[in-house]
């Protein structure tokens, strides 16, 4: 039996020169030819990234699910004003909560990681109630308060609708700053929370403006004339039957925002408004009946809980990356422009190296932040589990808190850079389309826009790096000092050995090896630590407050948390490959080795500064990353089919699996516009261009022209 490929040519030999040039042009044959190039079991790396193949079916059931069902309709949420968006977002709820009431925690986990991937609009109004409120609840609640507010209905969304009022106008990431009071009244065994200031308004408080009840007020505790920082409170905003705001609430409306207008952002003023002293949250902090206030014994433990938000988005992060580039790399294997040969069929931008260069490490960043946010979720979860039984005396105590103050940090720095990362690679993406990336129907403007307020939420990212920074320096100052660290900042015990280090390679291929590229990555940054940390002292010998130092070394911070960052990914990215043992391994191989060289590269100057790399060797390093982006061109389409992401959670023509985009996308934008009557040409138009200029009708006639000279 004749091969494919021999049929296929003999039908060619049949056809019309113009017949042969629009198959070959033919955006449906230039994917199908992609795919075919698949030199891996697409379907096995999908598990591996999901976690199974049941979590992958269990995935694929969900978004069947979500398309299927008419309130999660998606084609025209380009074209909804604000108020028609956050109504369309409201309807949404009952289809969640009934998923909820009825399956599983874990399943309703990937459901909402799914939905964060459709509409994050929607995932953020929905989580402003389970993710914050009910999440406030269960970290800051006693078990007997988390019951009462669970029968209230706060977790059946029955009667009570959350939202969680942290931030100020006046404060964010300042969290001890905030000026809400909350004052003991032991006459009446009430709090009463009152808003002191205009800066101590709540602001951009997500459901507040028309959907929540009740709030999670972070308020500072006064007991006494005694300030004893910033506790959570509950306090009831509306009557749920009327929704009537209460005595004393003022709450307003944010408006329009720069993305995710699905969400009804406001402000609330109160105005000492009391509640039952029952309705502060005492699992860490409590106020007996006469006003004595106990404490917890480890404060530092009742930090745990903040860190899911950051963890989440470190996913996140990896998640709304695999949707961008879905788009633009499906886009480029379609899309021809010019020829690079001179031949008649233009070439695809995918072919060319400058557009392989753009998003090819995009392409392995992002397999980089998926692999590093599964270990942190591990990992995060494992510390709250251990947190929940963590009692002052245990011997194992000084572990714990150290596993949480890495925690704490690693999340701060990688929620930093991997949301800068992010938002990055869908600019990148929405560039890389040329002119159709700037329709609102190709999805990648209004991915940018939903996805660039993580930057700031949950911590600015540019506080959380320096955090990561100070944490750094600590960790070194007690490295020195003999102390055994934490494994995320370990490499920071083996100063003798990394500090003054330079690559001992004999060839350049030696390079390519992950254990020099991760020895590299090490070196640098107990390098760059080093330097922070001299400067740090330096501002101390100079008569400096601590805090003042910090500041005074804040850049160096930021610069040693960034190469951190980076080298935490490539380590969690090695070693997450280093356990698959399948044929995956060659293609995952190839990744982990162009994000390793393609970092250090990006950050030449430091590999160069403290002499672990020579510059032949960083001209070398550049020179593989190129050719590494031609091997995962050759992949790229079974890379991001991989992810698994159907048309429907995707929703863009230019990212369609088929390649059929120019179809699409024409038929998107004509039933998205209706023609129609002229919007304004009476109103506006008409009387523009009919206006009287008392013009001369011999220049009307002639069109301006300058009469002709006779000889």
Not at 634 to 661: H, K, T, Y
């Amino acid at each position: 039996m004749a091969s494919a490929h021999t049929r296929l040519k003999a039908v060619q030999q049949h056809l019309t020169p113009e017949q042969a040039h629009a198959n070959a042009v033919d955006p449906v044959a230039s994917m199908k030819e992609e795919r075919e190039k698949a030199c891996f079991q697409i379907r096995e790396l999908t598990y591996l990234l999901d976690g199974g193949q049941k979590v992958t079916e269990m995935k694929e059931r969900m978004s069947l699910e979500l398309e299927r069902n008419h309130r999660f309709k998606m084609n025209d949420i380009h074209d909804l004003t604000k108020e028609e968006l956050r109504e369309r977002t409201m309807l949404r709820f009952s289809s969640l909560v009934d998923h909820l009431q009825n399956e599983p925690l874990e399943h309703f986990r990937k459901r909402m990681e799914i939905v964060s991937i459709l509409d994050p609009g929607f995932w953020t109004r929905f989580g402003v109630h389970y993710g914050l409120f009910i999440g406030a609840l269960q970290s800051n609640a006693t078990s007997g308060q988390l019951s009462y507010w669970f029968g209230k209905g706060s977790l059946s969304l029955n009667g009570i609708i959350g939202c969680f009022a942290m931030t100020e106008l006046g404060h964010g990431s300042n969290v001890p700053g905030l000026e809400t009071t909350a004052t003991f009244d032991e006459a009446s065994d009430q709090f009463i929370i009152h808003t002191p200031t205009l800066t101590a308004t709540k602001w951009w408080i997500g459901g507040a403006a028309h959907t929540a009840t009740h709030a999670a007020v972070f308020a500072q505790l006064i007991v006494k004339n005694k300030c004893y920082g910033s506790k959570c409170f509950v306090v009831q905003l509306r009557d749920p039957k009327t929704y009537d705001t209460l005595t004393g609430i003022n709450i307003g409306d944010l408006g329009k925002k720069m993305g995710r207008d699905g969400i009804d952002n406001g402000w609330i003023q109160f105005t000492n408004v009391r509640i039952p002293r029952g309705n502060m949250l005492m699992k860490h902090t409590k106020v007996s009946r006469t006003g004595i206030v106990q404490e917890p014994a480890l404060q530092q433990l009742t930090y745990g809980a903040l860190l899911q938000g950051r963890v989440a988005m470190v996913v996140d992060s990896g998640n709304v990356s695999k949707k961008a580039l879905s788009i633009a790399i499906r886009y480029a294997a379609v899309r021809r422009q010019f020829s690079s040969s001179g031949a008649s069929i233009e070439t695809k931008l995918l072919d060319y190296p400058i557009h392989q260069r753009r998003l090819m490490p995009l392409l392995a960043q992002t397999f980089a932040m998926l692999f590093t946010g599964s270990e942190m979720t591990n990992m995060y979860q494992h510390m709250m589990t251990r947190l929940e039984n963590a009692r002052p005396g245990d011997t194992d105590i000084d572990q714990v808190i150290e596993a949480l103050k890495e925690t704490h940090s690693t999340s701060a720095g990688l929620k930093a850079f991997c949301t800068w990362n992010c938002l990055n690679t869908i600019e990148q993406c929405r560039q890389a389309c040329g002119g159709h990336g700037y329709s609102a129907y190709a999805g990648l403007a209004g991915m940018y826009q939903d996805f660039a307020v993580q930057c700031t939420w949950e911590g600015d990212n540019t506080i959380l790096a320096l955090q990561a920074g100070r944490y750094l320096i600590s960790s070194y100052t007690e490295a020195i000092k003999g102390k055994s660290l934490s494994p995320g900042v370990g490499y920071l015990n083996h100063l003798d050995v990394l500090l003054g280090k330079q690559c001992q390679v004999k060839t350049l291929e030696e390079i390519l090896q992950p254990h020099i590229i991760l020895e590299g990555w090490q070196a640098v940054c107990a390098n760059v630590v080093k330097s922070a940390v001299l400067e740090f002292e330096a501002c101390l010998a100079s008569g400096k407050t601590v805090d003042d130092a910090y500041e005074s070394c804040s850049q160096s911070r930021l610069s040693a948390a960034k190469l951190h960052c980076q080298g935490y990914l490539f380590h969690r990215f090695v070693d997450g490959v280093s356990k698959v043992t399948s044929e995956l391994r060659h293609v995952l191989d190839k990744l982990t080795l162009l994000f390793g060289l393609y970092t250090i590269g990006e950050n030449a100057g430091a590999f160069l500064q403290y002499e672990y790399f020579k510059p032949d060797q960083i001209a070398f390093i550049h020179s593989q990353v190129n050719a590494l982006c031609l091997e995962v061109r050759e992949q790229a389409i079974p890379l991001v089919d991989a992810f698994n992401l159907s048309d429907f959670i995707i929703n863009s023509p230019l990212g369609r699996a088929d390649g059929n985009v120019y179809v699409h996308y024409y038929d998107q934008v004509k039933q998205s516009n209706v023609s129609g009557k002229h919007p304004y040409f009476e109103r506006i138009i008409k009387p523009l261009i009919e206006r009287d200029l008392n013009s001369d009708d011999a220049e009307e006639e002639n069109g301006g022209l300058e009469e002709e000279e006779e000889d």
